[in-house]
């Protein structure tokens, strides 16, 4: 899976690929889609898995969604 592939609005891909990530890490895979579904989600997991990420991106989306 790629970031392109989440149905993010492209300014959030354009970001995310400024910054060279391209591929989401196992907690991003498992959390944006459930994030986007406006479902409740808990994650633990080690520093540096992309935790906030997973949580801000879909997030970012859903308000973009709003306008």
Do not use: Y
């Amino acid at each position: 899976m790629q970031f392109s592939e989440l149905p993010f609005h492209k300014s959030i891909l354009k970001a995310v690929a400024e910054e060279r990530f391209h591929t989401p890490t196992l907690v991003q895979q498992k959390t944006i889609p459930f994030i986007l579904e406006k479902k409740n989600v808990i994650v633990c997991a080690q520093t540096g898995t992309g935790k906030t990420a997973a949580f801000a991106l879909p997030i970012i989306q859903l308000l973009l969604d709003k306008q």
